[in-house]
Structure formats: C-alpha cells, structure tokens
C-alpha cells in the first residue's frame, strides 16, 4: 500500500487556513503613565512648576499670562496654601518660554483650572517631600510634625526650615498626583482677599506689559517677567513713521508693539 503524497499547499488546504497577524503599534503593549489633572499631565516634572530656595521662599512657575484677570495673585495664592508659606514669600514667573511649563495659550477662565490644579497637586507633593526629608533629619514619624510659615517643627520644640531642607530636595521626579491638597476647610490663604502682584507696574506706569514699553534709536524693550528683547532702529523704516521694532536679537516672550 502506498503512503498518500502530500505537499505543502495541499496540508494547508486541508487545515482550512492559515491566520497571520502583526502589529503597527508596538506602544500599545508598553503601559502608560495615569493621566494627571490639569496642565500636570503634559508637564510632569515637579521642578516644572515650582522650587525651594535656600532662604526659604519658594518660586513657582506658570505658562499662563496676566491679562488684567489676577492670575498670577490666585497662583501664588494656591501654592502658598499648600506649602504652608505666607503669601510673600512665594514669588512667580510667568509666561517664560525658558523658565515655565508650556501650557499654552491663556484663554477660556482655564487659568486656574489647569495652572493652578497644577499647581495645587504639585506643592502637596513637595510639601509632602520636605516632611518626609525633615522626618529624616529629626528622627520622628513625618505623621507627627507640624508644618507652619516653612517650619517644620516635632513635638520635642526641634525645627528645621524649607531653607535648611532646599538643596536635600530633589524635585527633578514626576509629579505622581496622588498626594492628596487640603480639603477647603483648612485654607488660610485661598479664598481670603491679597493684594494683587500685578497692580503696582501698572499704576506706577512701570513695565507691566511689552506692549506699553517704547523703544529708543538703540535700546531695549523690558517683559513682565523682567528679561529684555534687544533691538537696534530700522534704518530702511521712513523717519516719518519713526519705526524701529526690527529686532537683531531676543530673549523672552513677548514682542514688541510696532
């Protein structure tokens, strides 16, 4: 008896089929970070948005601009809550394409929403860094200090300060989002009425927009966020017209009204 002769295609045939699958999306087998709230989620470094400094103030950064809507006031005002620092010695910049988060345009009420939730879940994170690090340095259980004006105090009277914790912070770390902010009843600063940090350029006539600043044969146009934008005359411009907003070099960013 003959043993029957089978090739290939007829031993496919008879399984009735051969499936073939691959994929363009070798990212979809690699897990994703959480999304994060607000402007967080596309700039997730925790040294992003703020950092402490050696003499105990912090300084906070912000993509959002003033507008005249108090911004930069409410922001400072989140972050000194949830630090547990007075409200002057909290400083911002903002809207320094070098220094802060890109978030954007400023537009739509969004400001607090997405700045400052930002900004709110980041310093309850540092926050809750300089605990643990000062829970460290006095040999207590971080649940057992108190946290007043930068000071981090144990029940035995020994303190140590932001200041003293600055250079142990290592802020360069994403924001994991799940330090909880104070619940609205433990507010102290939110909610209370401050002084607005953007009115005194404006009623002093100082540089409170790029807009609002003239430029001479051969000088420099100040920004909100104190940087300068260079700039030289445009020789070719007519003397009538008097322009000179050609710029030959820049920092900041803000341009120049023509």
Same mark, same amino acid.
């Given at each position: 008896m003959n043993?029957?002769h ?5 031993f496919?045939a008879?399984l ?5 699958a691959f994929?363009l999306?070798p990212?979809?087998?690699t897990q994703?970070?959480?999304r994060?709230p607000g402007?967080?989620?596309?700039n997730?470094?925790?040294s992003?948005?703020?950092a402490i400094?050696a ?9 959002k601009v ?10 400072c ?5 949830e630090? $547990? #620092? /007075?409200?002057?010695r909290?400083?911002i910049i ?5 220094? +802060?988060p890109?978030e954007?345009? &400023?537009?739509?009420?969004l400001s ?8 709110r879940l980041?310093g309850a994170e540092v926050?809750s ?5 000062a829970a460290?340095?006095l040999?207590?259980?971080?649940d057992?200090l108190?946290?007043?004006d930068g ?7 020994r303190?140590?300060t932001?200041?003293?914790?600055a250079?142990e912070?290592?802020l360069k770390?994403e ?8 619940p ?6 939110v909610?209370q009425?401050?002084?607005r940090? $953007? #009115? /005194?350029?404006?009623v002093t006539?100082?540089?409170a927009?790029?807009t609002a600043s +003239?430029?001479?044969?051969?000088? &420099?146009?100040p920004t909100?966020s104190g940087?300068v934008?260079h700039a030289?005359?445009d ?8 322009i ?7 920092r900041?960013?803000a341009?120049?009204?023509?």
């Amino acid at each position: 008896m003959n043993a029957p002769h089978l090739t290939r295609r007829d031993f496919t045939a008879g399984l009735g089929g051969i499936v073939l699958a691959f994929s363009l999306m070798p990212d979809a087998l690699t897990q994703q970070p959480p999304r994060l709230p607000g402007s967080l989620n596309n700039n997730r470094l925790l040294s992003a948005w703020l950092a402490i400094n050696a003499d105990g103030t912090a300084t906070i950064f912000t993509g959002k601009v003033e507008l005249g809507q108090g911004i930069l006031t409410a922001l400072c005002q989140i972050a000194a809550e949830e630090l $547990d #620092l /007075p409200l002057a010695r909290v400083k911002i910049i903002s809207g320094d394409t070098g220094r +802060t988060p890109n978030e954007g345009q &400023t537009a739509g009420s969004l400001s607090v929403q997405n700045s400052g939730t930002a900004l709110r879940l980041a310093g309850a994170e540092v926050r809750s860094i300089l605990l643990d690090l000062a829970a460290k340095k006095l040999g207590v259980a971080a649940d057992n200090l108190k946290v007043a004006d930068g000071t981090i105090a144990a029940a035995d009277g020994r303190k140590v300060t932001y200041g003293e914790l600055a250079r142990e912070a290592d802020l360069k770390r994403e924001a994991t989002g799940k330090v909880a902010p104070k619940p609205p009843a433990q507010h102290r600063v939110v909610g209370q009425s401050s002084p607005r940090v $953007d #009115l /005194p350029a404006k009623v002093t006539g100082g540089a409170a927009f790029a807009t609002a600043s +003239t430029c001479c044969r051969a000088g &420099t146009w100040p920004t909100p966020s104190g940087q300068v934008l260079h700039a030289r005359e445009d020789r070719r411009a007519s003397s009538a017209t008097a322009i000179r907003s050609r710029l030959t070099t820049y920092r900041g960013s803000a341009s120049p009204a023509t």
